[in-house]
């Protein structure tokens, strides 16, 4: 069925009985050419994309949990192309051009709004740097501007300007930037990937892989044995222990992040608002809530559930940039899991096993990124190579001393 305004006018006069799952609930099948693991968004794009772009049908999507559950459902929604890196800026600028077809691409409304995302600078060395990167993003096909402290007034008038110690000296535009409903983007890939035969197997854990004189020949799982040609793992936070399945270790690491929303309010917030002077990111949803992040909480850990100290860093660094923030509510608080990488970018890659790639690594950057993953990804599954766009995501970058250190931290992931 295509979603359109004329059918929602006939379902509508016709008591809306025609309106079916988006999803089948398939058994799976004992063999597929591809077997993804993970039902994340990246896990369903690369499927989606598979079948769209490469003509693919005989592919399984495996989940642990339900579809949406995973960080896809739990980030809070940035989308951007706003990179550094030769490395990086290429690949989300790819992603975000997608990102802008996509609702018509898939006929589902993922509420994709290129609301813009200002990134705010509070001394000089940091306007220096922005100047740097928009220029980089220019370079790029990527759109950038650099507003002074009224450009920045004129958009956000109640921000903390005159602080002292941190006052507000311009900000680095992105206008094409914004936000997108996390979880329509997972159901919306899943729908178009099942309208194009893609089993999605909910309630089904991978526990191990069948190996043979190097070869990945399939999948264990919790509902069985699933033989497959080749094997893509997009597990997301789950990476290093899905990974250690087939023997290997990832210069990995597993963090908690939260995500904070407030009670609902009058529109107040334009756009996306990044913090200079400490970490903190909002945007207000369109039910009204602000929505809002910053560090992760700086352990190991595969819990989904974060700590004090870290909510209490995060509402200082609101309070600092918006004051009138002290007055607002929380209403809900969550964590997800997050796959950090050694230097901050992600890794999709074949592994020295045939037939078994991996996509991860993603930080907490990872759903801007979702389209392209799983573009690139699919190509990689089907072509062996990666896309061009993802020539910098390659295990042995570690080894060769190319690392993409979008901050410049150095080998460390809870700095990144
Ligand atoms: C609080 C928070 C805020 C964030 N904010 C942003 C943001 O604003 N912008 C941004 O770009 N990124 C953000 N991120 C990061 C982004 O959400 C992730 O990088 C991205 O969603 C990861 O890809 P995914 O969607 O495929 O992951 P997931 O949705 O986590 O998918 C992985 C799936 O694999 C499944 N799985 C795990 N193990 C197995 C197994 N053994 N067998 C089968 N299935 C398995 C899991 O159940 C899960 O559903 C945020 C993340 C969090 C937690």
């Given at each position: 069925?295509r979603?359109?305004g004329?059918?929602v006018?006939k379902e509508a006069?016709?008591?809306h009985?025609?309106w079916?799952?988006?999803?089948r ?7 597929y050419?591809?077997?993804i693991i ?6 369903l794009a690369?499927?989606y994309?598979?079948?769209?772009e ?5 592919i399984a999507v495996?989940e642990?949990g339900w579809?949406?559950?995973?960080n896809?459902?739990?980030n809070?929604?940035i989308?951007?192309?706003?990179y550094l890196?030769d490395g990086n800026?290429p690949?989300y600028e790819f992603s ?5 077809g996509?609702?018509q691409?898939f006929n ?10 200002l990134?705010l600078?509070?001394t000089?060395?940091?306007r220096d740097a922005a ?7 220019i370079l790029?096909g ?5 507003l002074d402290?009224e450009?920045?007034r004129?958009l956000?008038?109640f921000?903390n300007?005159?602080n ?8 680095l535009l992105?206008?094409?930037g ?6 329509a983007?997972a159901?919306?890939?899943?729908r178009g990937a ?9 309630n ?5 892989f069948k190996i043979e ?8 799982t919790t509902r069985?044995f699933?033989?497959?040609g080749?094997?893509?793992?997009s597990v997301?936070g789950?990476s ?5 399945l087939a023997?290997m270790r990832?210069?990995?690491?597993s ?5 904070f929303v407030?009670?609902?309010l009058?529109?107040?917030?334009p ?10 990111y909002?945007s ?6 602000l929505?809002?992040g910053?560090?992760i909480d700086?352990?190991n ?17 609101g309070i600092?940039?918006?004051p009138?923030l002290g ?8 964590g997800g899991i ?5 230097d901050?970018?992600p ?15 993603w930080c907490?950057?990872?759903f801007?990124a979702t ?7 699919a190509?990689?599954?089907?072509t062996?190579?990666?896309h061009e766009t993802?020539?910098a995501y390659?295990f ?5 001393g190319?690392?993409i250190?979008?901050?410049?931290q150095?080998a ?5």
């Amino acid at each position: 069925m295509r979603y359109s305004g004329i059918r929602v006018i006939k379902e509508a006069l016709s008591g809306h009985k025609g309106w079916g799952p988006l999803w089948r609930d398939p058994e799976p099948k004992p063999h597929y050419d591809f077997v993804i693991i993970g039902g994340g968004g990246h896990g369903l794009a690369t499927a989606y994309y598979l079948a769209r772009e490469f003509g693919e049908s005989r592919i399984a999507v495996l989940e642990r949990g339900w579809i949406g559950g995973g960080n896809v459902g739990r980030n809070t929604t940035i989308i951007r192309s706003n990179y550094l890196l030769d490395g990086n800026e290429p690949f989300y600028e790819f992603s975000l051009k997608l990102w802008e077809g996509l609702e018509q691409d898939f006929n589902f409304n993922a509420m994709v709004s290129q609301r813009g995302i200002l990134n705010l600078v509070h001394t000089d060395a940091q306007r220096d740097a922005a100047r740097r990167r928009g220029n980089a993003m220019i370079l790029n096909g990527s759109d950038a501007e650099l507003l002074d402290t009224e450009g920045v007034r004129k958009l956000y008038p109640f921000l903390n300007f005159d602080n002292a110690r941190f006052p507000i000296k311009g900000g680095l535009l992105h206008r094409r930037g914004g936000t997108v409903r996390h979880d329509a983007v997972a159901w919306g890939y899943a729908r178009g990937a099942d309208q194009r035969g893609v089993d999605i197997i909910q309630n089904c854990e991978a526990t191990g892989f069948k190996i043979e004189d190097g070869k990945c020949l399939g999948v264990e799982t919790t509902r069985g044995f699933i033989g497959a040609g080749q094997v893509g793992v997009s597990v997301a936070g789950s990476s290093s222990r899905v990974m250690a399945l087939a023997g290997m270790r990832l210069p990995m690491e597993s963090h908690v992040l939260q995500a904070f929303v407030s009670e609902g309010l009058k529109p107040v917030l334009p756009g996306v608002i990044t913090y200079g002077a400490g970490h903190f990111y909002c945007s207000q949803s369109d039910k009204g809530g602000l929505v809002f992040g910053g560090d992760i909480d700086g352990y190991n850990s595969y819990a989904q559930r974060g700590n004090l100290p870290v909510i209490e860093d995060v509402a200082e660094g609101g309070i600092s940039l918006i004051p009138a923030l002290g007055r607002v509510r929380l209403l809900r608080a969550w964590g997800g899991i997050m796959d950090m990488s050694m230097d901050g970018s992600p890794i999709i890659d074949n592994t020295h096993i045939e037939g078994l790639s991996f996509n991860g690594g993603w930080c907490y950057g990872g759903f801007k990124a979702t389209p392209a993953a799983g573009w690139c990804f699919a190509h990689l599954l089907k072509t062996g190579q990666p896309h061009e766009t993802a020539t910098a995501y390659r295990f042995d970058r570690f080894r060769r001393g190319y690392m993409i250190d979008e901050k410049g931290q150095g080998a460390q992931p809870n700095l990144h």
